[in-house]
C-alpha cells in the first residue's frame, strides 16, 4: 500500500509563491504518471497538473504560466512550485500517483491565498 505524504501548504498573499512536496513510502518507478490535484469548497476536485514517468506534463489553463510540475520517479517524489497565486487558488492540494491497477492520493494540505 503506498502512501503519498504532500507538505508545503499554508498562507500566502494574493501574488506570492508556495511550493508543494509529496513523498511516496514505497518505490513509484512503475507508475504511470504522479500529479496534484485541488478541491475547493463547494466544488468538484479537479486537475491542476501531471507529470508522466517520461517527463510529459499537463496543466488546468488556469494554471498554465504561474504552476510548474516536476517529478522524479526514481525517488518517489513530485512537487508543484506555484507562483503569482490568486484567491482562486485556494483549495485542498492533493497529491496523486496512478499506478498499473490502482490510483493513490494524499491527504491533502490546505492551501490559502488572501487577496
Known amino acids: 500500500q503506498v502512501r503519498l505524504v504532500e507538505s508545503g501548504g499554508g498562507l500566502v498573499q494574493a501574488g506570492g509563491s508556495l511550493r508543494l512536496s509529496c513523498a511516496a513510502s514505497?518505490?513509484?518507478?512503475?507508475?504511470?504518471?504522479m500529479g496534484w490535484y485541488r478541491q475547493a469548497p463547494g466544488k468538484l476536485r479537479e486537475l491542476v497538473a501531471t507529470i508522466t514517468r517520461g517527463g510529459s506534463t499537463n496543466y488546468a489553463d488556469s494554471v498554465t504560466g504561474r504552476f510548474t510540475v516536476s517529478g522524479d520517479f526514481v525517488k518517489n517524489t513530485v512537487s508543484l512550485e506555484m507562483n503569482s497565486l490568486q484567491p482562486e487558488d485556494t483549495a485542498v492540494y492533493y497529491c496523486?500517483?496512478?499506478?498499473?491497477?490502482?490510483?493513490?492520493w494524499g491527504q491533502g494540505t490546505q492551501v490559502t491565498v488572501s487577496s
Open positions: 496523486n500517483a496512478n499506478g498499473v491497477f490502482r490510483a493513490y
Open positions: 514505497e518505490s513509484i518507478f512503475s507508475f504511470n504518471d
